[in-house]
């Protein structure tokens, strides 16, 4: 085993090499959620002309101390099986190299707020990615924790999901059920497909970052 920080330093290229699309963030996020005890997380997304939106809140503990203290440092961490913790930093550096950010707070749900913006035409914006096969991912992976779904694309809200709801008519049937995974999919499917084709027509626009858009001149 290294003991020269090669170790770590690896650990931190994993994590940057596995953050290639806001859905892997995501992901990231709702693991945090589960693993610090929260039943409930609520997930806010909207498109509003190129600014995408990501709000996600919980009834979870909300952050110790000392992530509250300085939540966007790769050094704080609520995980005891990883010693540095990049997620929330990672998810910050997404949204402000876009030029948005990412704002934390307390959930009146009782746990942590996070709120992120990134503009979505900038040529350093993420992919959106597989947002939501994340999700149904995270529904078989994290049996105690319910979600709340809610989409909007320029003021147009799709019906909210609630696998809490979803559960009650299940009377008993799990939601990792193959059935009711597919049935699921087809509602998120629905829910995010105005945001997903706003989201594949955005172009980037190089004239946000000059050094581009001078390269990109040459080239043509």
Not at 65 to 90: A, I, Q
Not at 109 to 119: D, I, M, Q, R, Y
Request: glycine share 8%.
């Amino acid at each position: 085993m290294p003991t020269d920080g090669s170790g770590l330093a690896m650990t931190w290229l994993g994590d940057l090499l596995q953050m290639k699309d806001i859905a892997l963030h995501l992901m990231d996020l709702f693991e945090n959620s589960a693993k610090a005890g929260a039943s409930l997380l609520a997930l806010k997304m909207s498109l509003d002309d190129k600014l995408l939106s990501v709000k996600i809140e919980d009834n979870g503990p909300g952050f110790p101390k000392e992530v509250c203290d300085d939540p966007v440092n790769p050094y704080s961490t609520t995980r005891k099986e990883r010693k540095v913790g990049l997620g929330l930093s990672l998810f910050d550096q997404a949204a402000r190299q876009t030029g948005g950010g990412m704002f934390l707070g307390r959930s009146p749900l009782g746990g942590v707020l996070l709120e992120a913006k990134f503009n979505m035409n900038h040529p350093d914006a993420k992919s959106p990615g597989d947002i939501e096969g994340v999700i149904i991912s995270s529904i078989c992976a994290w049996h105690s924790l319910d979600f709340l779904i809610s989409v909007s694309c320029d003021g147009e809200s799709s019906e909210e999901i609630d696998t809490r709801q979803i559960k009650a008519e299940l009377e008993g049937v799990p939601l990792q059920n193959p059935e009711v995974l597919k049935f699921i999919s087809s509602l998120l499917e629905e829910s995010f497909s105005k945001m997903r084709r706003k989201l594949d027509s955005i172009e980037p626009d190089f004239s946000i970052w000059p050094q581009t858009a001078q390269i990109q001149a040459r080239k043509h």
